[in-house]
């Protein structure tokens, strides 16, 4: 079952560029709510609760609680604007979501038992993670906050393939369904060290200038 975090939000009835300013000067930010059967609705977030939330995983791929007055809205976040170089963020928006519709997301991948396997055992072996997360679909009810993959057996030479992952009841992997070509590798267990180049042959060998005549 998915778990949710409720974020307290106000409605914010001022737009336009001028007025979002004044918000993130008094230390809120601008943001959006759409989808589902109602309008889009513009709303105002304490900034030092987003940032707060921000630093955590499941504020990215978690199903979120937005109470107005109470009323809750059920959410995930689409998209974060940040400031380029401060500490700031700008606006975010939120897409409602409906507990019998099949959504879309981006899930964090935990990547367990690397240390303990083969591979993470052996000294000239590097494991590289190829992805760190996964867009699955299934029902709000069913979002995982994170997919685990037990690398507990790899080996030198193994590759863990997409369709490798365990899933929790419900996920699907949608890229799975579009052919083998799209079974790509999560996880590669290959030799760290670097094969030496070989020598040039020796004809080929640099030649002295000859001297100059004295």
């Not at 889009?40 to 990215?60: C, M």
């Not at 963020?89 to 303990?116: G, K, S, Y």
């Not at 760290?192 to 000859?210: I, K, M, N, T, Y």
Request: hydrophobic share 40%; net charge negative.
């Amino acid at each position: 079952m998915a778990i949710t975090h409720e974020i307290k939000v106000q409605r914010r009835e001022d737009e336009g560029k001028g007025a979002s300013r004044r918000l993130r000067h008094a230390g809120e930010v601008p943001a959006v709510v759409y989808g589902g059967d109602l309008k889009p609705v513009s709303i105002k977030l304490s900034h030092n609760d987003v940032w707060l939330a921000s630093q955590h995983e499941w504020f990215y791929a978690s199903i979120l609680e937005l109470s107005l007055n109470g009323e809750i809205q059920k959410v995930l976040l689409r998209d974060m604007q940040r400031h380029p170089f401060r500490q700031q963020i700008m606006h975010l928006d939120f897409q409602r979501v409906n507990e019998n519709e099949v959504i879309r997301t981006a899930v964090p991948l935990h990547f367990i038992n690397e240390d303990a396997s083969p591979a993470g055992k052996a000294a000239d072996v590097v494991i590289t993670h190829e992805l760190n997360e996964v867009t699955v679909t299934c029902l709000p009810g069913n979002l995982p906050e994170f997919i685990e993959v037990d690398l507990g057996s790899l080996a030198l030479g193994d590759i863990v393939h997409l369709s490798q992952i365990k899933l929790p009841e419900g996920v699907e992997i949608p890229e799975l369904a579009l052919g083998a070509d799209h079974d790509v590798a999560v996880v590669v267990a290959k030799h760290g060290r670097v094969e030496a180049e070989p020598a040039g042959d020796e004809d080929s060998a640099a030649v002295p200038a000859p001297k100059a005549d004295e």
